[in-house]
């Protein structure tokens, strides 16, 4: 691990200036990652650790008045501060109510402890899963390399990898949370060193490894997360969030489904189906969602849909079996809410 030093941020834009100033100063060799944001920490240290993220300076953004606070209101929906952790999220009653699926996705996430720890605007900035993307020792595509390892048809392993959209990485999003904020159509927040905010929606914030492979969402090295913003659900919404593991709750995902419907009695009137660990980005499926829109409830409509999910899946050499698994489990989702 490198040294690097630490400062408290008291706000956010003390927070900003500093890592603006840490790019301009003759000190600090001016790269993205001469200084980086810290709130729960997990993902950054992991990167750091292991040799690949090198700041000179982290800066503490997890203090910050403001940035814990969740609150309700029928007209401006749901407000998450980016520092709110993912248990306080887990254990607020109004998202239980008005948000299952955000609620399941959350309890489904990590463990207690790093529950505990973790901040819902670290966890949708983290950075993908792919054990050689998290590799010092492999140079892959989305570091600037010229080679995707776990593509390779014999030595690549790729059994947890990306099903759709996977022409140039096949690595999945680690964040199972946003599959849930994405299917409540969820916007983002962000303020950069002038002071200016702006508000994305979540589709918009992240990147596809098409776009930009060495971007996994839009934030930039001067952009600080600072809310998420749920718009408030019609009172005949229902949503549904399931997760699929190889081992315990608490393991990373294999495939992860979070769907929100307006239904009218047994009647699908709208949908939202996003798709977790299935693309390098969280993916909304709009064919399943069209396949759903004005249609019954049923297990054969639901099956329709699933398949219409994945009529674009391109499994790789070990990690077919997740066609399947997607099907069976965007079926079972849909069908929670009937």
């Not at 998290?134 to 595509?141: N, T």
């Not at 600080?224 to 749920?230: F, K, W």
Request: aromatic share 6%.
């Amino acid at each position: 691990m490198n040294k690097f030093s630490w400062y408290e941020a008291k706000s956010v834009e003390d927070a900003l200036q500093q890592v603006n100033s840490t790019l301009s100063d003759e000190l600090y060799e001016a790269t993205d990652e001469a200084a980086v944001f810290k709130s729960g920490g997990i993902d950054v240290f992991d990167w750091v650790k292991q040799g690949i993220l090198k700041p000179q300076k982290i800066v503490n953004i997890r203090n910050i008045p403001g940035l814990d606070k969740i609150s309700y209101d029928r007209k401006e929906g749901l407000r998450m501060g980016s520092n709110v952790t993912l248990a306080e999220i887990a254990s607020h009653p109004e998202i239980k109510t008005r948000y299952l699926a955000l609620h399941l996705a959350v309890n489904h996430a990590a463990t207690p402890q790093l529950r505990n720890m973790s901040t819902l605007g670290g966890n949708i900035a983290q950075r993908n899963r792919c054990w050689y993307f998290r590799s010092a020792d492999h140079d892959c595509f989305r570091k600037g390399g010229d080679r995707c390892f776990a593509r390779h048809s014999k030595t690549g392993e790729n059994e947890n990898h990306a099903i759709l959209d996977n022409g140039s990485c096949v690595s999945v999003h680690a964040s199972s949370i946003a599959t849930a904020l994405m299917a409540f159509n969820a916007s983002v927040v962000i303020v950069n060193a002038e002071g200016q905010q702006k508000t994305v929606q979540m589709d918009d914030f992240f990147v596809s490894a098409g776009e930009d492979i060495a971007m996994e969402n839009i934030l930039k090295p001067k952009e600080i997360i600072t809310e998420i913003i749920l718009p408030t659900p019609s009172k005949n919404t229902k949503s549904a969030y399931i997760k699929q593991v190889a081992r315990e709750s608490y393991d990373w995902s294999l495939a992860d489904v979070a769907v929100v419907m307006e239904v009218s009695g047994n009647t699908c009137k709208s949908a939202n189906i996003v798709l977790g660990a299935a693309a390098p980005v969280p993916y909304r499926s709009l064919e399943a969602q069209q396949a759903m829109e004005n249609k019954t409830i049923t297990g054969e409509n639901a099956k329709a849909a699933a398949e219409a999910a994945m009529a674009k899946a391109r499994p790789l050499s070990k990690n077919d079996y997740k066609v399947p698994l997607f099907v069976s489990t965007i079926k079972q989702t849909i069908m929670e809410i009937s």
